[in-house]
């Protein structure tokens, strides 16, 4: 129904002012019903037909770090041949209406809007279902028509410059469990697979080739390459809302600079989070989307804790970013040590008195010190 309740309170004023003016005889009551009548009739004719514009939002770009800029661009173009009157396109970001006023058409003009995306806080933003609206002037009546979906903006962790450790090496499979993400880069063949531009040469496995009717090359890894673990501990009694996003940007601060340096990476929090890339471009994206709806949650039980303890074993370089609170986590923790070089302790609590013996504990109250400090003890 293309009337607003704006319409049908002048409506039912018209009503109301021609029924008093026809009982006690006024004329004027009668004129004033008939215009407040005839709005509301003219009201419906300009809205009734629908916009005929294309309209069309592109996001610019879909991933931004925090505090960047980040912008909505509307494309519209009046496909018809006759003008395109004015209307507004409404959108709805994080589950809030933004309007945008667009001016009329020229038959087969088009036009470009743009307007800002909320990027101060980190997340993902939902932004759409993109409507367009026509109205008259006095808001009597409007009809709006959908044209878009919705789009997703990741606004990922602030992160700060951080130096990737040359870390201890994971054992040999031979020597220890098998390597959780086998790495390119060694003489250790892994599999066979179909070749692709920039494949060496002399990798061609012909017998593979002979039966697939499609060159084939044999792939190798490297089992002893150096791994990142981040541990973030999400729970609540451990770090205060605003110390939790200094965790954060720190865990996303080393755990991407990792992941650029080629270090197989993993990220883990203490709610159960467990994502493991390769060190590849596509890795870091992973992890910081995953980063962008880290929320802070009372973590797992016990059970779960043995396990992802027994779990980190494999060696590497850990960087656990916790606070106060309960020191089971750390503990436990702790007693894989051994299995890592560095092991780094990150305190982002208040109080500042956590003690590890044996682990080298970094203390600050924000992410960026806490990384300057990281970057001190990774060049020694």
């Known amino acids: 129904m293309p009337v607003t309740r704006r319409g049908v309170a002048v409506g039912a004023a018209a009503v109301v002012l021609y029924a008093a003016g026809l009982l006690w005889g006024y004329p004027l009551l009668r004129a004033l019903a008939g215009v407040a009548g005839a709005a509301v009739v003219i009201a419906v004719l300009i809205t009734i037909v629908p916009v005929r514009a294309s309209v069309v939002r592109e996001l610019y770009p879909h991933r931004v770090d925090c505090g960047k800029p980040a912008l909505a661009t509307l494309l519209v173009r009046n496909p018809t041949g006759t003008r395109q009157p004015g209307f507004v396109a409404r959108d709805v970001i994080g589950g809030r209406g933004h309007e945008v006023p667009v001016r009329g058409l020229p038959a087969g003009g088009s036009a470009t809007y743009r307007y800002a995306l909320p990027t101060a806080r980190r997340g993902r933003v939902l932004v759409g279902p993109l409507t367009v609206r026509r109205g008259d002037v006095l808001g009597l009546a409007r009809r709006d028509t959908s044209v878009g979906g919705t789009d997703v903006l990741w606004v990922h962790p602030r992160r700060h410059p951080a130096r990737a450790a040359t870390g201890a090496r994971a054992k040999h499979h031979h020597e220890g469990p098998l390597p959780r993400h086998p790495l390119p880069g060694s003489m250790e063949h892994r599999t066979v697979r179909e070749y692709a531009a920039g494949d060496e040469l002399r990798h061609l496995h012909w017998r593979a080739t002979a039966r697939a009717q499609r060159l084939m090359v044999r792939e190798y890894v490297d089992p002893a390459q150096p791994r990142c673990v981040v ?150």
């Open 231 to 380: 541990l973030l501990d999400t729970r609540p009694a451990a770090l205060s809302r605003d110390a939790f996003e200094h965790a954060v940007e720190v865990a996303a601060s080393v755990a991407y600079a990792a992941v650029a340096h080629g270090h197989p990476t993993r990220l883990c929090t203490t709610a159960g989070l467990d994502i493991s890339v390769e060190g590849k471009p596509d890795g870091g994206r992973v992890l910081l989307d995953a980063l962008c709806e880290v929320e802070q949650r009372s973590g797992q039980d016990r059970a779960w804790l043995g396990e992802l303890t027994r779990s980190l074993r494999s060696g590497g370089w850990l960087v656990l970013v916790t606070g106060d609170g309960e020191r089971d986590l750390v503990g436990a923790v702790v007693a894989v040590r051994r299995h890592f070089a560095p092991f780094v302790i990150v305190d982002l609590g208040e109080g500042g008195t956590l003690e590890a013996p044996g682990v080298t504990v970094v203390r600050s109250s924000s992410a960026a010190d806490a990384v300057r400090q990281w970057n001190s003890l990774v060049m020694r």
